[in-house]
């Protein structure tokens, strides 16, 4: 339960950061550069180190008294582990929460609900990541929890066993859960060949059966130390409360050696790759993948812009607007820019019909060419910069919202200053930039699919 309400928050994050949240027509953005009250509150952001020499991203805000913390140890992602045991992350997602210290997982639960706190964790390709929201009148409570959370699960070999067989059945059962399939398993196979992106998150049902408790021990002991951590902590607490309480968090959990970034960089292999997997289903999914630029290339907020007029905008985006309003051939459909450590690319996903599949596909490519030869408006640009510096602001309200932000841009290599960066940045795009991009980056013979569905009749 923890873990399916996790995902779905980490999707919502994983919208922001990539700044292609839409927000209606309505919402618009006040400039990037105004430096009024409404903006300072969400630029008071500080880089510290707790006194166990964590590296961690203050706020305080006293709007509501709660306190958000995130954490993630860094390089201990699937693309981190042996081909054979990738999936060990997210076996050890499953089974930590099996039980914690002198709690089963019904009374650790029970403690958690019983004080308003929520925590979970939370794997990828890259990181490995903890996260807890807690009232601040029961912080010293939560943090004891959190502590034992982290340092202490206690992996019960029949309750580990069910949480192993529940995940490989999963994986099995990509028919549930399509987009998730083809975003963790399937496309990573089809575009990183021969690189350790290519098993995706969760590697092999096969690989998964073949996982021990010892193997989730040695993980632990190797990836989730204090030397390995990087964490924001957002709320109702001063400095010197926030450094406290990372240190309670980390009491006993051993420093160990940090994990080596040992993923080399890699570009995308798509040369129009195709794989289609059945799923009896009178409707189809269709995953692609595209080109993008690189987190921290000069050109990342002009992919941003150029990506969201791809597919961001809600119905004004360009598949929406061609593939549902006008041909009638999808039933939604968007696209977003995923950042990896070593890859970046733009993942789109369109819902249709079996008897749509190739028409929707081919009118897909239509709009990439068009893109590519004929470029956007100025009107175009406006609408987008407005909706994606809006749907920023808007979404970043609360503390929670900002921590989130913050955190899964820290794990891209930003500071305190991601917010200014971004909002900086897509405010200077102009549509020379897009149009100079969209001639480089949007090419229709080379995108890659993964359809999900019945055949079509």
């Known amino acids: ?47 510290l180190k707790s006194n166990l020499g964590i590296r961690f991203l203050f ?16 390089y201990a992602g699937s693309a981190y582990q042996e081909k054979n045991k990738s999936g060990l992350p997210a ?9 914690s210290g002198k709690y089963s997982q019904v009374q650790f639960q029970q403690e958690l609900n019983n004080r308003m706190i929520g925590m979970s964790c939370y794997s990828n390709e890259d990181d490995f990541s903890f996260s807890m929201t807690a009232p601040k009148i029961v912080l010293n409570e939560a943090a004891a929890l959190f502590n034992v959370y982290l340092q202490d699960p206690v992996f019960e070999k029949h309750k580990v066993k069910c949480a ?20 963790k398993m399937f496309l990573p196979a089809l575009i990183f060949k021969s690189h350790p992106y290519e098993n995706g998150v969760f590697g092999t ?14 993980y632990k002991s190797d990836f989730l130390v204090t030397s390995n951590a990087e964490a924001c902590i957002f709320g109702d607490l001063s400095e010197e409360e926030a450094k406290n309480l990372l240190d309670k968090i980390f009491r006993n959990v051993p420093r160990g050696v940090p994990a080596k970034d040992s993923v080399p960089d890699t570009d995308l292999l798509l040369e129009s790759a195709s794989k289609e997997y059945y799923a009896q289903s009178p409707q189809s999914t269709i995953v692609f993948a595209m080109k993008t630029m690189r987190n921290h290339s000069p050109q990342q907020y002009v992919a941003t812009v150029l990506s969201f007029i791809l597919g961001g905008g809600m119905m004004k985006s360009r598949i929406m607007a061609q593939l549902r309003t006008k041909e009638g051939l999808i039933y939604s459909g968007h696209t977003r820019i995923v950042h990896m450590n070593h890859a970046s690319l733009i993942i789109g996903t369109l819902k249709t019909d079996n008897t749509n599949v190739k028409k929707a596909i081919e009118s897909l490519k239509k709009i990439v060419t068009d893109l590519r030869e004929n470029g956007i408006s100025e009107d175009d640009l406006a609408f987008a910069k407005s909706n994606i510096s809006g749907s920023m602001l808007v979404s970043l309200r609360t503390s929670g919202d900002l921590c989130n932000f913050y955190f899964a841009k820290m794990q891209r290599g930003f500071g305190a200053d991601a917010l200014k960066e971004a909002l900086k940045g897509i405010n200077a795009v102009t549509v020379e930039d897009v149009n100079t991009l969209s001639k480089k980056i949007m090419d229709e013979n080379n995108m890659a699919f993964v359809i999900i569905g019945g055949n079509e009749q």
């Open 205 to 218: 049902a096969e690989n998964i059966t073949m996982l021990s408790i010892d193997d989730l021990k040695k």
């Open 1 to 47: 339960m923890i873990n399916e309400l996790m995902a779905c928050c980490r999707f919502a994050i994983f919208l922001v950061c990539c700044l292609a949240l839409p927000l209606a027509n309505s919402c618009r953005a006040a400039p990037a550069n105004d430096d009024g009250k409404k903006y300072a509150r969400l630029s008071n952001v500080k880089d």
């Open 59 to 74: 706020m305080r805000d006293t709007s509501a008294p709660l306190v958000h913390v995130c954490i993630s140890f860094k």
């Open 164 to 183: 192993q067989e529940k995940l490989s059945a999963q994986l099995q059962s990509y028919a549930e859960n399509p987009s998730m399939a083809a975003v």
């Open 91 to 99: 076996f050890y997602e499953k089974s930590v929460s099996c039980g």
